[in-house]
């Protein structure tokens, strides 16, 4: 496989980009978004965390609650890793749940939410070939946070 282009990120812009694509489930869910204008400086393959950021908004705002209520930001970088993350208002999920989360094919939600369940496996997959890690807390009746980590950019072009 080769090896995308690895480059500053620029996450106002990508995460921008991401919510533009959602639009209509955004307006469907009557969402209300917040992200920072600025984000520490990660490096990556921006059509790949473009991709990372459409999944879990997606999901965010499917098993958000009504109105969603979407928080995104970032972790200063620790250990020249960068934690981005995205906050819902959602049912929230058991520790089960979060163990089963990124496996392929698990459809969590009891309710039934058209949609399939490889969204976060691709996630995983995504970070992990960006040389990150993938997250998830949640507390069950207080929505969840996902998260993913990718590396602080060296300065290098």
């Known amino acids: 496989e080769t090896q995308p282009d690895i480059m500053p990120l620029d996450m106002k812009i990508i995460v921008d980009d991401s919510t533009r694509r959602l639009a ?3 307006e469907e869910t009557q969402a209300e978004i917040s992200y920072p204008d600025d984000f520490p400086l990660a490096q990556g393959y ?5 991709e990372i950021w459409a999944n879990y ?26 934690r981005f993350w995205i906050r819902d208002n959602g049912r929230g999920l058991t520790a089960d749940e979060q163990r089963r989360v990124f496996t392929p094919f698990t459809r969590l939600n009891q309710v039934k939410i058209e949609g399939h369940g490889l ?6 997959r995504i970070v992990n ?10 507390v ?3 929505g969840s ?5 990718l590396p602080q950019w060296d300065g290098r072009i």
Do not use: H
């Open 24 to 26: 209509q489930l955004i």
């Open 46 to 50: 921006a059509p790949w965390v473009e």
């Open 57 to 82: 908004l997606s999901n965010a705002l499917k098993y958000g609650g009504r109105p969603a209520k979407v928080t995104i930001g970032a972790d200063e970088p620790q250990n020249g890793m960068v």
């Open 119 to 124: 969204g976060l496996s691709i996630v995983q």
């Open 129 to 138: 070939r960006l040389g990150g890690d993938v997250g998830v807390r949640s």
């Open 140 to 142: 069950v009746g207080e």
């Open 145 to 149: 946070e996902f998260s993913f980590t």
